[in-house]
């Protein structure tokens, strides 16, 4: 079992930053891609930003240049460095793993508010 402790949400107006921050319980070694989702009230949840073991990333297109995922292997940590960010950028954010053995875990999600 696999715990992720997600930090760093809160309330920003329009153009301003956040960082997420998910640290796992289990050593990235073990882990072969880290990813955010999030989900905005009435709407599916939508990966955000993933990164693999190898450190290639993928983005949502309504993300682009805007968001940038990393990892801390020392740390067990993946960040989402957000900036620029938009009122529909209003959601829960999930941190999401995947690890050698194609099992699958979420973090308990951290709401994100952009005022305008």
Wanted: aromatic letters at 10%; one cysteine or more.
């Amino acid at each position: 079992q696999v715990q992720l402790v997600e930090s760093g949400g809160g309330l920003v107006q329009a153009g301003g930053s956040l960082r997420l921050s998910c640290a796992s319980s289990e050593s990235f070694v073990r882990l072969n891609r880290m990813g955010w989702y999030r989900q905005a009230p009435g709407k599916q949840r939508e990966l955000v930003a993933s990164i693999t073991s190898f450190g290639t990333t993928v983005y949502a297109d309504s993300v682009k240049g805007r968001f940038t995922i990393s990892r801390d292997n020392a740390k067990n940590t993946v960040y989402l460095q957000m900036n620029s960010l938009k009122p529909e950028d209003t959601a829960v954010y999930y941190c999401n793993v995947r690890t050698t053995s194609m099992e699958t875990y979420w973090g308990q999600g951290t709401q994100v508010t952009v005022s305008s």
